[in-house]
């Protein structure tokens, strides 16, 4: 076996979403680290199809350059001939291999694994990546849509979660099949946007996922992989880190085995618990935090940042109010780079933040302090000269004072237990 550039065996890395994100900036950081890349690619096929294509690229190179330190090239030719009709030009695919199987380090993420699979399997890129997850001479990571095919069996997301297809499994690339894991790989495994219906295991539900688990043979199981979250399969230590914020699941039947982040188990160990056999004795093997540093999700921090605002105003505090809305707006200059906005992404955050810039402007128009902070001192010395003029008998200079302090928009209000006042309504 031929070495990788920073080990001695294949290294694959998974990612159940937030690939571009800086829940997943550290995990990036760390690989690169490890395989010192000097030809690092970013491979566009899974949403070639797509009419932002360019767009989506351009803010890969963005966040890679700013979040990782890490150059990289999106090759031409490979986004496919889906385009053809209108005359688009597709590039140079034998430029695109060359590029492919001369990398170091490849990415891909976003889009359909559906048409990523039928550009990938049974061609010269799909054996590109088999050889690389052979030989190790290139780091692989695959986040999203790109991790679906990666596995013996693959989802195909959209025909069945938007068009209604009945529940099946497409052939997938099997590259995992190179680290003993015969395994259909689902990303997403914990995604929770359907809120009222079950969108947990890259949208299929319970209900769908059971129908596929029933055609799997008895030695594969499902390989699920939370939001968030990353599974760093590194052959040459014979180790599997699970890095983020949730868990990898290991699923057979129904029966689940969780991995949760921080967690670090050998490949053996997998590999048993996807056959489903007694998993081998374990080496003393160090674990991380359960949740590491910089993984709360943009709608996370926004959200906190709403509810942090909500007690300022409730508070009148100023300072407070300018920094929750500062805090959203630079989570959304650092998540700028998201290629797949799940849960809302930049545009809901920004729509929050323009909600909060509008009640910060009403909060300053109406004045933050309690009117009566304001207008006691000079206020309650002349209810207490009105008050010494009734007692005096002086009611004609008492009335004056009252008729001056309504005048001035108070409502002042004579009671057995003495008088009290307070700013009058809007009308």
Not at 196 to 220: Q, V
Not at 288 to 317: N, Q, S, Y
Not at 388 to 413: F, S
Request: glycine fraction near 12%.
């Amino acid at each position: 076996m031929e070495a990788t550039a920073g080990g001695d065996g294949p290294l694959i890395v998974l990612m159940g979403s937030g690939e571009t994100t800086p829940t997943m900036a550290g995990v990036h950081r760390d690989v690169v680290a490890r395989a010192r890349p000097a030809r690092a690619v970013v491979l566009d096929t899974p949403y070639g199809f797509q009419e932002n294509a360019a767009e989506i690229s351009a803010r890969a190179r963005d966040y890679f350059a700013r979040s990782v330190g890490l150059r990289v090239d999106v090759p031409s030719g490979l986004r496919g001939s889906v385009r053809e009709w209108d005359g688009a030009v597709g590039g140079d695919p034998d430029a695109g291999l060359a590029a492919v199987r001369a990398a170091d380090w490849i990415f891909a993420g976003p889009g359909s694994p559906t048409y990523a699979l039928g550009l990938w399997r049974g061609g010269p890129v799909g054996g590109a990546l088999d050889d690389h997850a052979r030989t190790g001479r290139a780091a692989i990571v695959f986040a999203s849509a790109a991790a679906c095919t990666l596995g013996a069996w693959a989802i195909p997301v959209y025909e069945i979660y938007k068009a209604g297809a009945a529940p099946h499994w497409l052939p997938g690339l099997d590259v995992l099949g190179r680290l003993g894991l015969r395994v259909a790989m689902i990303p997403h495994y914990d995604n929770a946007e359907g809120g009222t219906h079950d969108t947990r295991y890259c949208y299929l539900g319970e209900r769908r996922l059971r129908i596929l688990e029933r055609a799997l043979p008895d030695d594969a199981a499902v390989l699920g992989l939370d939001e968030h979250t990353a599974a760093v399969l590194d052959a040459g230590a014979d180790l599997v880190r699970v890095r983020g914020r949730g868990a990898l699941t290991v699923r057979r039947d129904g029966t689940s085995t969780t991995v949760p982040a921080g967690e670090v188990i050998t490949l053996a160990e997998l590999r048993a618990l996807v056959r489903g056999e007694s998993a081998p004795a374990r080496p003393a093997v160090p674990s991380g935090p359960a949740a590491e540093p910089g993984t709360a999700t943009l709608r996370e921090t926004v959200t906190g940042c709403e509810a942090r605002f909500d007690a300022a105003l409730a508070g009148a505090d100023a300072g407070a109010l300018v920094r929750a809305v500062l805090e959203i707006e630079a989570a959304v200059a650092r998540w700028a780079g998201d290629t797949e906005e799940d849960e809302g992404g930049t545009e809901w955050a920004r729509d929050v933040l323009r909600s909060l810039i509008v009640r910060l402007g009403r909060a300053a128009d109406a004045g933050l302090r309690d009117p009566r902070e304001v207008l006691a001192p000079a206020v309650d010395a002349l209810v207490a000269v009105r008050t010494g003029l009734r007692r005096a008998g002086e009611y004609g200079a008492a009335d004056a004072i009252r008729d001056a302090l309504t005048a001035a928009g108070l409502e002042v209000r004579d009671t057995p237990d003495g008088t009290g006042w307070e700013p009058a309504p809007a009308s």
